[in-house]
C-alpha cells in the first residue's frame, strides 16, 4: 500500500506485461532445448547489413535470456510498487499521481513485448535461425518511441499537477 493509496493494475497493463515475460520465458527455453546442436563457435554481433562480424564461443548464446528476463521481472516489480509520484520534492494530487502512475505503467507493459523480441531476436540471430536487422530494429524503435511518447504524457501530467500543499516526499 503507498502513501497515496493502491492504484489500480489494468487488466490490458497485466496482459501486456504477461506477454513480454512469455516471450523471454520462451526464448529462455528455446535456447536451452538448442544448446546441444549450436557448434562451439556462433556469431555474436552483426553489422548494420545482417552479416556477423564477431564471434564467441555458444555459451554467448545466453546473454539474450541473462539479460531479457531479468529486466522484465524488474520492470513487473517497478510497476507494483513505484505508485508514489511527485514534482519538485511536493506530492502530486491523488489525481495527478493515479494518471501519471496509469501512464508509467502502461509505457513500461508496452516496453515488455518488445524486450521480449529482442530476445527472441538474439537467440535466433546467434543460432543462425534468423538473418537480417529488421526484427531487433522494430523492437528498439518501438521501445524509443513508447518511452519518448508517453514520457511526454507523463510531463504534461506533472506540469499541470499543482501538488498537494504542506506535503513533500521523495522523489520517486
Not at 12 to 31: E, P
Not at 40 to 62: E, L, N, Q, R, V
Not at 94 to 122: A, F, Q, T
Request: glycine share 12%.
Amino acid at each position: 500500500m503507498s502513501r497515496q493509496g493502491k492504484v489500480p493494475f489494468r487488466a490490458l497493463d497485466k496482459a501486456f506485461f504477461g506477454i513480454g515475460l512469455a516471450l523471454c520465458l520462451a526464448a529462455t527455453i528455446y535456447t536451452g532445448l538448442i544448446y546441444g546442436s549450436l557448434p562451439d563457435t556462433i556469431p555474436t554481433h552483426f553489422d548494420f547489413s545482417g552479416k556477423a562480424d564477431a564471434w564467441g564461443a555458444k555459451s554467448s548464446i545466453w546473454i539474450g535470456p541473462i539479460i531479457t528476463l531479468p529486466t522484465i521481472l524488474v520492470i513487473v516489480v517497478v510497476s507494483m510498487f513505484n505508485t508514489n509520484t511527485t514534482k519538485n520534492g511536493k506530492v502530486l494530487s491523488p489525481e495527478g499521481n493515479v494518471k501519471v502512475v496509469d501512464h508509467m505503467r502502461r509505457m513500461l507493459s508496452l516496453i515488455s513485448p518488445c524486450i521480449g523480441v529482442i530476445s527472441w531476436d538474439l537467440v535466433l540471430s546467434m543460432s543462425g535461425k534468423l538473418t537480417g536487422n529488421l526484427l531487433i530494429l522494430v523492437a528498439i524503435g518501438g521501445i524509443l518511441a513508447v518511452a519518448i511518447g508517453y514520457s511526454l504524457v507523463i510531463w504534461r501530467v506533472m506540469s499541470k499537477d499543482p501538488g498537494v500543499e504542506g506535503k513533500e516526499g521523495p522523489f520517486l
